[in-house]
């Protein structure tokens, strides 16, 4: 069944609107009409099945059928602090990292990024990121959408650090050494409603005071599995481990 | 350190020679000299340290300096499937999959792929998929590159699962249902050398009779975490499964 986010303000007990893009796309696109049923999603994560009442111009009214008592969110919080790659490698780890269970995404600009973060076109581009997470939570039908936050400096990353319960990054020379901190030690101690934050370089990697930087500020270096990955697929392989440790072998 | 994939015949004991696009990748990109080093890897999985001799137009000699004891590959050879994709999707899951440790890819045409396979281009488009698994596995250091097959029908495709100790294919439905058959209950008992096949359904997903040809033939439908996953990130969820339990759990 079609799913959509719907704004809080949009809720009204159980009637619900839809405007604009959504409803665009619930009309036209997917030619829903009258009794028709939807999935309408609350911003805070429940979601309903709805029957669609009325279609206006810009506007369809809804009515929740039934409440649904589904979650399919990761219950370890995981935020994604992503070196910024170059092209469109980070809208890749946004979609990807969405329907991999992702609560939250931090581009940052890294001593290594080849690719300058162009602040006039910035408010453009985070629509265009906030627009690809929402359409991938939809699309896997997750509870929740993921938080894009603006560009981070390395200051600033340190700094939105320090509210995560464990924080760690990947550095390729970890992957190197003989004794190296295994990330499922880590993924393991994780417990329920904990939030992690996994740190990726650029393409090039972390430079030696920037791997300092993070050590001295409490995070663990990791490798992520023995295999040199990209960039792009460094927080695809955190995220899926994350998701086999807690939704498939279910150790919590 | 620069690596390369070094066909058989080019290796006469401890002395190797690189020719055609990768000699001039060596000398014209990397613009490496006589006395300079690079990894050489045996396609049949050992690699050397080696120190260039002579530069020749099209040839670079070079002769060990160094064999190495490494091994990255999985302990578990795993076959993708792919229903053929949409767009470059089928090129994302070669690279990435290589990345996350593949053995092998075999594309197939399942009941609901939109694309149809070219035969006039087959060959072409074979030997990208080829240079796209080479670049990745050294890019990776790999110690082998994944074999990469002709697309097959499903009645091909059934035929060559005969061979696997393990064949799972991931079903929508599965992941809808209360009580599934978890991925890691498979992975878990999996033994090191033994091969698991995994197909993956083009967008669609598959259809009910694709889904009773695979349980006819011993499959084991499987749902690779509670969120619906696009077609081409679901090979990279099993991959990095598979590595995060036997290369980081370390369970064998």
Same mark, same amino acid.
């Given at each position: 069944?079609?799913?959509?986010?719907?704004?809080?303000?949009?809720?009204?007990?159980?009637?619900?609107?839809?405007?604009?893009?959504?409803?665009?796309?619930?009309?036209?696109?997917?030619?829903?009409?009258?009794?028709?049923?939807?999935?309408?999603?609350?911003?805070?994560?429940?979601? @309903?099945?709805? +029957?669609?009442?009325?279609? =206006? /111009?810009?506007?369809?009214?809804?009515?929740? *059928?039934?409440? #649904?008592?589904?979650?399919?969110?990761?219950?370890?919080?995981?935020?994604?602090?992503?070196?910024?790659?170059?092209?469109?490698?980070?809208?890749?780890?946004?979609?990807?990292?969405?329907?991999?269970?992702?609560?939250?995404?931090?581009?940052?600009?890294?001593?290594?990024?080849?690719?300058?973060?162009?602040?006039?076109?910035?408010?453009?581009?985070?629509?265009?990121?906030?627009?690809?997470?929402?359409?991938?939570?939809?699309?896997?039908?997750?509870?929740?959408?993921?938080?894009?936050?603006?560009?981070?400096?390395?200051?600033?990353?340190?700094?939105?650090?320090?509210?995560?319960?464990?924080?760690?990054? @990947?550095?390729? +020379?970890?992957?190197?050494? =003989? /004794?190296?901190?295994?990330?499922?030690?880590? *993924?393991?101690? #994780?417990?329920?409603?904990?939030?992690?934050?996994?740190?990726?370089?650029?393409?090039?990697?972390?430079?030696?005071?920037?791997?300092?930087?993070?050590?001295?500020?409490?995070?663990?270096?990791?490798?992520?599995?023995?295999?040199?990955?990209?960039?792009?697929?460094?927080?695809?392989?955190?995220?899926?481990?994350?998701?086999?440790?807690?939704?498939?072998?279910?150790?919590?």
């Amino acid at each position: 069944m079609q799913r959509y986010f719907i704004p809080e303000q949009d809720w009204n007990e159980d009637n619900v609107i839809v405007k604009g893009q959504d409803a665009h796309h619930l009309t036209r696109v997917m030619r829903k009409n009258i009794g028709d049923h939807i999935i309408c999603n609350h911003t805070k994560g429940k979601a @309903a099945i709805c +029957e669609i009442d009325k279609i =206006e /111009k810009e506007v369809v009214q809804l009515h929740v *059928v039934e409440w #649904l008592e589904e979650n399919v969110e990761l219950p370890i919080s995981v935020t994604i602090a992503q070196g910024l790659p170059k092209g469109d490698k980070l809208e890749l780890v946004l979609q990807k990292g969405t329907e991999l269970g992702a609560s939250a995404f931090i581009p940052f600009q890294s001593k290594r990024s080849v690719v300058n973060w162009d602040k006039r076109k910035s408010e453009k581009k985070i629509q265009r990121f906030k627009k690809i997470v929402k359409e991938a939570s939809e699309q896997c039908h997750r509870n929740q959408i993921p938080d894009v936050f603006h560009p981070m400096s390395m200051k600033q990353l340190i700094e939105e650090s320090k509210s995560a319960d464990v924080k760690i990054y @990947a550095y390729e +020379e970890e992957a190197r050494l =003989e /004794k190296f901190q295994s990330f499922s030690t880590i *993924v393991k101690k #994780l417990k329920k409603g904990q939030n992690m934050l996994v740190v990726i370089g650029p393409e090039g990697g972390f430079a030696r005071e920037e791997a300092e930087l993070f050590n001295k500020n409490g995070f663990i270096p990791v490798r992520l599995g023995p295999r040199i990955l990209r960039t792009e697929t460094a927080a695809l392989y955190a995220l899926a481990s994350v998701s086999y440790q807690f939704e498939e072998l279910g150790c919590l």
